[in-house]
């Protein structure tokens, strides 16, 4: 089988494609990367020279390559990762998320219905791998079901709604076959320190002001990318098509509560006196819409395909600590811009 991973550069994309070249030798794994600021190939360093593995540099937006690749590739699976990902960067440039998330998405939408569908084998399918943040906002109480309604507040979390109802429609209009997840905040190694997680440990090593937002009150419910990368597997291979299925870490934390753990354990691991990373906290102005809360229940990928969280919050923060300090090198190429040159001037 050739299964197309796009995104694969990027940081949940890099954990998919390691464990699938890891489990499924039989497969052809091509990973089609844009290589923006977001994807980086230091990510998949460990894995370049496999045999089944080919790594293909192209934009999703440019129609003309795609069709090109479906052509000579005939893909027979897609896991579609590739996106603009930063809800900042969103509120800064939406219409580059248009661009990628959704006229992106739509090309390869429209590349694999061109694939006949008799050279379809029963497994192949259109995987989206989506956000719980379409779902807009929570208050207190309640939990994301697939049920609950699209209300997304954000450019980024727009893009992404679209682009899930651009996937929903080609099932229904063309019949191609497809399953969608919607998963909540991922962390863990190779994640860009642009988000909370990456962005704080980044900060707290160089002595920088941590920025929370507003009041830090604002609760995301937290997953270990790797367990992510387990439930992609399973819905790739297991999950019902024309299904939606959600994707979280039963792990609520208020943003201030999860920034004054990660204080505590970057002193513990940096050998500083208690309390010094939480003399770095600096409140700043708020995002613009703000989403108050996420949290998903996600009771059916758990009694269907039997996939729950594996890794626990302590366990996760701290291997991601542990992976930080013991990749600086990664963390200098990153913030850089290092990697950019490398990278792009051999895939130029
Ligand atoms: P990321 O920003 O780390 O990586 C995105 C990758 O896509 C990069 O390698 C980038 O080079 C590539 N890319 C961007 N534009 C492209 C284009 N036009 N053509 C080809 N490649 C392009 O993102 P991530 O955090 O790994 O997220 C991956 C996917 O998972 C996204 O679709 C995102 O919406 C979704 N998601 C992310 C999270 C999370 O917490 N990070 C949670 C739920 C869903
Ligand atoms: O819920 C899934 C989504 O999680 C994904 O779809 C997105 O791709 C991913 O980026 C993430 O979105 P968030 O906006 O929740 O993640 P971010 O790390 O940017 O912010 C997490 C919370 O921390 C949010 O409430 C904003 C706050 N924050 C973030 C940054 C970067 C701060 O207070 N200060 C910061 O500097």
Partial sequence: MNILITGGAGFIGSHVIRRFLKRYSNYTIFNLDALTYAGNLENLKDIEESKNYKFLKGDIVDAGFINKIFEQYEFDGVIHLAAESHVDRSIEDPLAFVRTNVIGTV????????ISSNDRSSKSRFYHV???????????TGLF???TSYDPNSPYSASKASSDHFVRSYGE???????????SNNYGPNHFPE???PLFIHNIIENKPLPVYGDGKYTRDWLFVEDHAVAIDLVFHEGKNHETYNIGGFNE???IELVKLLCKQMDRKLGRAKGTSEKLISYVKDR?????????DAGKINRELGWKPSVTFEEGLERTIDWYLNNAQWLKNVTSGAYQEYYNKMYS
């Fill in 107 to 114: 090309n390869l939408l429209n590349a694999f219905k061109d």
């Fill in 145 to 147: 079901t697939e049920e």
């Fill in 130 to 140: 989506s956000t719980d943040e379409v779902y807009g906002s929570l208050g207190e």
């Fill in 253 to 255: 934390w208020q943003n």
């Fill in 195 to 197: 988000k909370l997680i």
């Fill in 173 to 183: 209009t063309y019949g191609l076959p497809y399953v969608i997840t919607n998963c």
């Fill in 288 to 296: 613009p819409g703000h989403d108050l809360r996420y949290a998903i």
